[in-house]
């Protein structure tokens, strides 16, 4: 599979940002360990992360121009209020899996609504960083869903 992961803002800061929360493992660290695991599986992954919500956009928007067969996205503080992250994932068509670091729903109560969540095929919190790899057997899963029963 062709996977593009997208990090949103301050998750470059993960094992410097609120560590009791996120963790001390560091942001490249996290990736390193995913990306190799997507290697081992025998994906093709992009890895990328932004502070700006237009470059998002355009990440989305370039899943589908170069033919992306899934997205794993962690929108961070997005999460609650973009809803122009939500219709660039809709428009695209690409299934696509949120997930976050941490369990959103025992967090502030503005952090327990996602506005992407209902464009994506779920939503996957509070595994830390085995979140991704686990929104990773879901894109597996989505996409070859007889390979399971064989």
């Known amino acids: 599979m062709k996977i593009m992961l997208l990090n949103g803002p ?3 800061f ?5 560590p009791g929360i996120y963790g001390n ?3 490249e660290s996290m990736m390193e360990t995913v990306a190799l695991e997507a290697k081992r599986r025998g994906h093709a992954l992009t890895i990328l992360q932004s502070n700006w919500e237009g470059q ?3 990440w989305i928007q370039q899943a589908y121009v170069e033919k992306y067969d899934g997205i794993l996205f962690n929108p961070g503080a997005y999460t609650h209020y973009s809803y122009a992250l939500h219709d660039a994932i809709q428009s695209v068509h690409i299934p696509t899996v949120e997930v976050h670091l941490s369990n959103v729903h025992a967090r502030d109560e503005f952090r327990r609504r996602s506005v992407t969540a209902p464009a994506c095929l ?4 509070g595994f830390g960083m085995n979140g991704y790899l ?8 989505c996409a070859n869903p007889r390979e399971e029963q064989k």
Do not use: F, K, P, V
């Open 134 to 141: 686990l929104a990773m057997s879901a894109l597996e899963l």
């Open 25 to 27: 493992t560091s942001y």
């Open 122 to 125: 779920g939503q996957i919190a």
């Open 14 to 18: 993960t094992g410097i940002r609120e």
């Open 56 to 58: 998002l956009i355009d």
């Open 10 to 12: 301050n998750l470059n």
